[in-house]
């Protein structure tokens, strides 16, 4: 193998143009990349081709970074953290990059003075929307910070061909419109044909007796599909580890089709080629829906497959025995979407390299981590035995296996407990029979974690409560947090110069820093500055609105933001219930002395998801009413930013005064907007649920809006009997405004528009929104006043800021590092012919 200091091209010692961090370097480096790579001049340059030299020139200067960090991590007893993540939502990388190498203001001139617009350039990335929302975007942080604690780690994925879909509103309701983010080219992936990886589907297992009489099991497939791996770098902030994110294509094997092009069946080898190529085609646009769908399964089970088996490569070119392989790997799945991974190394292990069954087991128990991002039944994934059985016979033996193993110890411990072995079981069968995901990562990791504190509580008591009585050594809690990086530094600039001006620039990577911020709260001056600089960003937002929309909003006005995925358990629609209880105020008395607000909402449904949808719908409605309603006098604005992605959260979080966080207790896991808003400055509205608990802890209790009620008492009235008409009919408010919303008021007299919502809300209301009604509209009075104070207001808004030490990612990361995966920093130096960074 040729190493690093052997490839010439590093051993030269003048400022190479793909290294060179000068003016002039850079300069050339750009339009050599527009000759060269593009293949264009500026005659014929498109923006994009501007764009597509301009990231490989940042690329360009990643990669001497990235081949030594791969290099290192070669090395016996480094041990790599592999996070198996069926969804890594990135959001756009050249900047993220340009910030975390160090040279964003140098690029920015040199693209500049070079008489292009940096900020189109850089408009123009498409994001890779490879993800559904939070579980995706965390994913995405604790890659960043696993590149900046430079701690040895490589993500694993899906590279999807289709990611998220794109969504247009048209004429109040959802739209999806397919992600075509590959349309131009990716300039940020490097596919390594070379190491293309074998998955084997379906077909049938047959015993047999090895050499030693042994007793052996072989899986004879009746489908191949190669897995062609595209490495994107991950750098770091301020250091020089680059790890990758592997994400795997499949494609047909074109061997295994010759036979079929001999007999003259052509189109059979085609349509088959085709269909093992749609297993990477699209991301399932389900956040916290399970549907039991084939193709959703063979996406599972092939990049797990694919990364377990590179993995072992790995480990046994470092010239290691598979014995130690949890030495060598840490194995994290985020969710059960990777789970089927436990049965997969064990078939790898027992079949493929003939390790015992005991020793195999041990090696997969010490192999992986589980983290559980849910508590919604609806989220928890399982597989029919007949599904499980055509597409992975093997595995199903094997978790049949597992399962009698465990339910023997289950036994031996609980004697004749047959109803704790029936819910311990990995196979559900209560009624058709199930393989149970949660269960089997249970069973198969060593550690189980919640992602935050009361989450976390609340699966030891009730969705692994079994487990936890088991193994109550297995748990563990491990708070959320996002990048500081991308969530404050790339999206909110002015905000992070402002800081770096009082605190120094160390924050960045150690963001319990800002609570140096708090010495400063008495100072006029600085308070001053906070707000100019929040008002300034409102302004940027209303004009971008303005010319995107056609919204004139008020940026002096309050700007309220719910941005997320649309779910009834995230009640969208309570936000909506106080504005129309706000602007009947006004209907009632047009005088009335009302804080303006703009309300701002985006986030897709799922597009089977009809509730989520009519709930876009309302929001729409309740707009166009508000927006246009000439008593209103511009006090309330109702916008739907259609087409949330990470590019325009980077956009929203920085400008919101007020984040709304108001899931019903006990249903939110975590959430992680709830930080990227408190951190830029928002105060939260927010009940007792996931992070809030420990935001609200954090920032202090005076400065957060709390309202609702606790996840005990949602439990207490459930059980009592909850009703949601007497909740109707003793708050005159609530009733008046569902009666509008029933009238037709807000669709054009269209009574039947809004039926099925507000008769859910009626006779079901599963997300009790009318239990929380009065406390959420008495909470969001407060927010009013307290907003009329802004020297008041802008002091509760630093100390929100200061205070967010806790969720930076990196203090997760560390968390996982130390308490699971016992992986330490592994420092990457660079030969001094190589430039330093800027
Ligand atoms: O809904 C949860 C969020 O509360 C959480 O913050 C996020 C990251 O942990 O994961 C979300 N989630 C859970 N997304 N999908 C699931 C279930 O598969």
């Known amino acids: 193998m040729t190493t690093f ?126 993800g559904n929302g939070g579980l995706g975007r965390l994913a995405a942080c604790y890659m960043d910070s696993l590149s900046t604690l430079e701690i040895p780690a490589i993500g694993y994925g899906i590279r999807y061909e289709f990611g998220i879909f794109d969504q247009e509103i048209r004429d109040g309701w959802q739209v999806e419109i397919t992600d075509k983010w590959l349309h131009l080219g990716n300039p940020w992936e490097i596919p390594r044909l070379e190491e293309t990886i074998e998955v084997k589907f379906g077909g049938r297992t047959e015993a047999y007796y090895d050499e030693k009489c042994r007793y052996r099991v072989r899986w004879i497939p009746d489908k191949v599909v190669k897995g062609v791996p595209y490495d994107t770098p991950i750098s770091g902030y301020n250091v020089n580890t680059v790890n990758t994110l592997r994400l795997w294509k499949a494609e047909a094997p074109e061997s295994f089709e010759f036979q079929a092009f001999n007999v003259g069946d052509y189109y059979g080898a ?44 790995l480990h046994l070119q470092k010239g290691e025995s598979l014995e130690t392989f949890h030495q060598s790997f840490a194995v994290q799945l985020n969710d059960t979407h990777p789970s089927i991974g436990v049965a997969e190394l064990m078939r790898l292990l027992v079949d493929e390299y003939e390790i015992e069954w005991d020793q195999a087991w041990q090696i997969t128990q010490n192999t992986f981590g589980y983290t559980n ?231 897709k449904a799922a597009p089977g998801y009809f509730m989520a949808k009519l709930i876009i719908k309302l929001i729409n409605s309740v707009g166009d009413v508000v927006n246009n309603d000439p008593d209103v006098r511009d006090r309330l604005k109702v916008v739907f930013l259609p087409d ?33 808003f408190a951190m830029n400055g928002a105060l939260t509205i927010g009940t007792l649920d996931g992070a809030n608990i420990e935001i609200r802890e954090e920032v202090g209790e005076e400065n957060f809006f709390l309202f609702g009620l606790t996840t005990e008492q949602v439990y207490e009235l459930k059980s009592k009997g909850y009703n949601p008409w007497d909740y109707y009919h003793n708050n005159p408010q609530l009733k008046q405004v569902i009666d509008l919303i029933s009238s037709g008021f807000f669709s054009h007299g269209d009574t039947n528009l809004f039926r099925p919502l507000v008769d859910s809300l009626l006779y079901h209301d599963p997300y009790m929104l009318f239990a929380d009604y009065q406390s959420y509209i008495d909470a969001q009075d407060q927010v009013n006043q307290a907003y009329r104070d802004q020297e008041h207001w802008t002091r509760m808004s630093i100390l929100n800021a200061a205070r967010m030490g806790k969720f930076s990612s990196d203090r997760a990361i560390l968390e996982y590092c130390q308490e699971i995966w016992n992986a330490v920093p592994v420092k990457i130096e660079l030969e001094e012919y190589i430039q330093g960074r800027a």
């Open 270 to 313: 085609v349509n088959r080629k085709v269909v093992s190529e749609n297993i990477t085609k699209v991301l399932y646009p389900n956040d916290e829906l399970m549907k039991g769908k084939e193709l959703r399964l063979e996406q599972q089970y092939f990049f797990v497959s694919c990364s377990l088996q590179d993995m072992i490569r």
């Open 644 to 676: 949330y992605n990470v590019r325009f959260g980077q956009r929203v979080y920085p400008a919101a005064d007020l984040s709304e966080q108001i899931s019903t207790a006990g249903k939110e896991a975590s959430g992680t907007g709830n930080m990227k």
């Open 5 to 130: 200091e052997q490839v010439p091209v590093f051993q030269c010692e003048f400022e190479d143009d793909r290294t060179g961090l000068s003016k002039e370097t850079i300069k050339r480096a750009l339009a050599d990349n527009l000759f060269y790579i593009q293949g264009k001049v500026p005659a014929t340059a498109t923006p994009n081709d501007y764009y597509m030299a301009l990231a490989y020139t940042v690329r360009d200067r990643m990669l001497q970074r990235w081949f030594k960090t791969t290099e290192v991590y070669t090395k016996k007893g480094v041990k790599v953290v592999s996070y198996l993540s069926a969804e890594f939502l990135l959001g756009p990388h050249l900047s993220n990059n340009l910030i975390n190498l160090g040279i964003y203001d140098l690029v920015r001139q040199v693209v500049e003075e070079s008489g292009l617009d940096f900020v189109q350039l850089r408009e123009i990335e498409e994001e890779p929307g490879l």
């Open 373 to 603: 991002h849910t508590l919604l039944p609806e989220a928890l994934e399982k597989w029919t035995l007949s599904l499980f059985k055509n597409l992975l016979p093997r595995h199903l033996q094997i978790i049949y296996e597992i399962n009698q193993r465990f339910l023997g110890q289950v036994r031996a411990k609980y004697p004749n407990d047959s109803d704790r072995l029936a819910r311990l079981s990995l196979i559900d069968e209560s009624g058709e029979k199930y393989v149970r995901m949660a269960n089997l990562a249970s069973v198969g990791s060593h550690a189980i974690n919640g992602v935050a504190a009361l989450h976390t509580e609340l699966l030891k008591r009730d969705v692994l409560g079994d487990f936890h009585e088991l193994w109550p050594e297995k748990f563990s809690n491990k708070t959320n947090g996002v990048t500081p990086r991308r969530w404050i530094v790339v999206s909110n600039p002015l905000l992070a110069n402002l800081i770096t001006r009082k605190i120094g620039v160390d924050w960045i990577s150690h963001l319990e820093d800002l609570k140096q911020l708090e010495a400063f709260i008495e100072d006029a001056e600085f308070r001053r500055e906070w707000r100019q600089t929040k008002q300034d960003i409102k302004g940027y937002l209303a004009t971008y609105i303005k010319e995107n929309h056609g919204i004139e909003v008020n940026p002096e006005s309050l700007f309220d933001v719910q941005v997320k995925r649309l779910h009834e358990y995230k009640r969208q629609h309570l936000n909506v219930l106080h504005i129309i209880t706000l602007y009947k105020r006004i209907k009632d008395n047009p005088n009335i002395e009302i804080t303006p607000r703009t309300f701002i909402f985006g986030g």
